[in-house]
Nanobody, 119 residues
Framework: QVQLVESGGGLVQAGGSLRLSCVVS????????MRWYRQASGKQRELVAQ???????NYADSVKGRFAISGDNAKNTVYLQMNSLKSEDTAIYYC?????????????WGQGTQVTVSS
């Protein structure tokens, strides 16, 4: 069993910052990559940022230069630092991980954390 738990969401004014955290726990061999997705009300879920086990990162064009994804292997945690927040960043943010278990790789999701940016 693998669990992902996000935290750090909340209400912030436009131009402000938040840092999201996602802790991975449970029984697994390794983590191949981790991602942050978001889903705004009435819209499809979209990929925001991803980081590989080697530290390579990718970002959606809409957040480049404002968001930064990082990982702490010792803490089994991935972070999303969000700066210069805009109202359009308002969404539920989900953590996602490709996790290797004895049976092979599987995809796991957290429960989501709400980010609300007021203008």
């Amino acid at each position: 069993q693998v669990q992902l738990v996000e935290s750090g969401g909340g209400l912030v004014q436009a131009g402000g910052s938040l840092r999201l955290s996602c802790v991975v726990s449970g029984s697994y061999l390794s983590i191949k990559s981790m991602r942050w997705y978001r889903q705004a009300s009435g819209k499809q879920r979209e990929l925001v940022a991803q980081i590989s086990s080697g530290g390579n990162t990718n970002y959606a064009d809409s957040v480049k230069g404002r968001f930064a994804i990082s990982g702490d292997n010792a803490k089994n945690t991935v972070y999303l630092q969000m700066n210069s927040l805009k109202s359009e960043d308002t969404a539920i943010y989900y953590c996602n991980a490709d996790v290797q278990r004895f049976q092979g790789y599987s995809d796991y999701w957290g429960q989501g954390t709400q980010v609300t940016v007021s203008s």
